[in-house]
């Protein structure tokens, strides 16, 4: 979600309100050095608050909850960095764990499918697991029925990438 949000964001310039340091001052002085009603505040104003109601129209009823009083854009996206950012925590502390323990006793497209979409989540929240990480823990988990065939893989020069590797494993 929060890649869609920002990309949407960047597409329309919006970013700069996400910082809070963007919107001019709401008066200024004019000629006779009285305070008056800055116009570009008023723009940026209205165009935060059509923000503010994108982000909020965008959320489900469990995270609007955690926006109650909060009257601008940069106000919600600190609430919701925050709240995921937990969150973000608890996922990946929950799936890295599977990359260690997962093990071949299942078939082997099974394994390599389980392992994949468990790099996958962890991509999903923002912990990227590489290529070479893919194939480590592709043959970590083998059993000693694989041994033979992960030492000829470890010693070719070149290294398999994640598909090569699961394409000799399925062949």
Known sequence: MEKQALATLRGLDFTHFLEGDSIPPRFLPNANQ????????LHCHKK????????????FSTILIQMVGLDSS?????????????????????LRPLLK?????????KYILDIKKTIDSLAVVGALI????????ILDGLSKDYDGFITSILSRTDPYDVDELEALFLA
């Open 34 to 41: 009285e305070m008056v009603v800055n116009i570009v505040y």
């Open 48 to 59: 935060n608050q059509l923000l503010v109601a994108w982000l909020l129209a965008s959320m």
């Open 74 to 94: 940069t106000k919600i996206w600190q609430r919701l960095t925050t709240y995921y950012a937990s969150h973000t925590r608890a996922m990946i502390k929950k």
């Open 101 to 109: 323990t997962s093990k071949s006793e299942r078939s082997i497209s």
């Open 130 to 137: 590489y290529a070479i990480g893919h194939v480590d823990t």
